[in-house]
């Protein structure tokens, strides 16, 4: 398996609803990540587009071809990645099994969504449709529905109290905010305080407003080459040193795994062995978070806090930069948006720049090693580990 | 490989009062609502079986934003419930005040019945779903 670097990274500003089209979006993205590498369109050999909802929010299916297109990169093999939230960390995960493979050398890679421009009825709906549509669904269940349940659970298999935990909770959506005040593409330039997360509209209960990721617009591409091609383009190679991914069942079935996401475990243990790393060795981390409790569950599934404690790193800071492992410094999905199928690509180019020392504001000094975590729907998980290459 | 009890099959039969499963010849589990193979070990020698409509409450929901088609509904609850023979079922609660809510029906007993989601533009006609009373 050869080694797979990321040589150019292109990252739209994530924003509510937008007039440009998904294609548009996508592509200025892709021309971005495409000039940074110091590559031209034609030397792309294949796109892999994450992209989940474009038949609903613009009647547009089948854009990777188009797409392509678009950018100039005439006739190349262009696959669409469906894997709801994490569709371009899926994305991303197989571009680099290609290029490991020696199959390719040069893979463009993304992903795209305009789920703001669906308003919230639509989107709720279509969001929906990552849960069992016939055994789950008729019951009314939405995606924060979802992890509402398993914020209930968490309290309960945990014993933290309700309360507690929604102040726990709230503090995690405080911190992913005031770090993206420090993001130039993020959705929110807005500091929030508990309260404000507290005093805001229950959705769906204990999930308030604020305990939930915004809808957005948006898209972010990479370029992944060989390290043979990647000593050509840069000094500063990022590789991807270790991929998982995983699946599971529909909610009910995953039983007493619960709050727990086995999937999760399962897809972090292939990445940490593949990488031959342990959580501790992690500088920072860019895990789901879309809804508040989502970043507890992550992150102790993840490996960095022990189960049901997660609360208690965030409100001791363990999670800011300078704390034990600095989690969405980029304002995560909360504060810097979550279009979907550009959410991994979105993440993995966090992880790039901050490995490259190019975070500005909030970048995490020395980092060496980055680790991308993504759920879709209530079962499909990737994680994906980079480290500084030079 | 015939799948040995389909959506509609288990739709129809919840809607003469009667809860369906599947019981594994090889591990003795129960798996509802139905799959192609057992839950627990993956077997495919099943049994179809009426499972007994009695379980608790292992978490729950109460929803005030509903997807497109659905707003009519709120406020509903969504719980998830264990029955008593294994297997985890998602449905509404229904006979109480969503407002009052609260985490104290994790563990309460209850028992199944059904409602009808008459489906939407995007799912093919009317599904048969849960519902949930205290015993």
Known sequence: ?390 | MDYKLTFKDYSKALTKGTLLGLKCKTCGNITTPPKMTCQECGGTDLEVVEVKKKGKIVTFTNVSVAPEGRQNEVPYIIVLVRLDEGPWIMGNLIDIDPASANMDLIGRDVSVGFKIFPGDKFSPGDQARPVFSFS
């Open chain 1, 1 to 390: 398996m050869r080694k797979v670097a990321i040589v150019g990274t292109g990252h739209t500003p994530f924003t509510f609803a937008t007039e440009k089209t998904s294609i548009e979006l996508f592509s200025e993205a892709a021309m971005d990540a495409i000039n940074e590498a110091g590559l031209k369109s034609k030397d792309m050999q294949a796109l892999y587009l994450g992209n989940c909802l474009g038949d609903f929010s613009e009647g547009q299916a089948m854009m990777q071809s188009y797409a392509a297109n678009d950018i100039g990169a005439f006739h190349i093999p262009a696959t669409r990645f469906e894997g709801a939230c994490a569709s371009s960390s899926l994305a991303v995960r197989d571009a680099f099994i290609w290029v490991a493979s020696g199959f390719y050398d040069v893979v463009l890679v993304g992903g795209v969504e305009r789920a703001a421009s669906m308003g919230t009825s639509l989107a709720t709906r279509t969001f929906a449709m990552f849960t069992d549509s016939h055994y789950e669904y008729p019951a009314g269940l939405t995606f924060p529905a979802m992890f509402a349940m398993l914020a209930h659970l968490y309290s309960h298999k945990y014993g933290v109290p309700l309360e507690r935990l929604k102040e726990q909770m709230a503090q995690v959506s405080v911190q992913s905010h005031a770090y993206g005040m420090s993001n130039p593409k993020a959705q929110f330039h807005k500091e929030i305080t508990k309260e404000d997360v507290l005093n805001g509209f229950m959705v769906t209960s204990p999930l308030q407003l604020l305990d939930c990721c915004p809808f957005s617009d948006g898209a972010a591409a990479l370029v992944l080459v060989s390290e043979e091609k990647a000593k050509e383009l840069t000094d500063k190679p990022v590789f991807i040193t270790g991929i998982g991914q995983a699946s599971s069942g529909r909610l009910s079935a995953q039983k007493d795994d619960l709050p727990r996401l086995r999937a999760r475990e399962e897809s972090a243990k292939q990445a940490y062995d593949l990488a031959g790393i342990k959580p501790s060795d992690v500088d920072l981390c860019e895990l789901h978070d879309c809804f508040s409790i989502a970043s507890l569950i992550a992150a102790e599934s993840l490996g960095f806090f022990e189960f049901g404690k997660a609360g208690e790193a965030w409100e001791k800071g363990e999670t800011k930069i300078g704390g034990k492992i600095p989690i969405n410094v980029s304002g995560g999905l909360k504060a810097k948006g979550h279009p979907i199928g550009a959410t991994g690509a979105s993440q993995v180019s966090e992880i790039y720049h901050q490995l490259r020392g190019e975070a500005g504001e909030r970048q995490v000094e020395g980092a060496k090693i980055g680790l991308t975590d993504t759920l879709g729907g209530d079962g499909v998980i990737c994680t994906l580990i980079m480290e500084k290459g030079w």
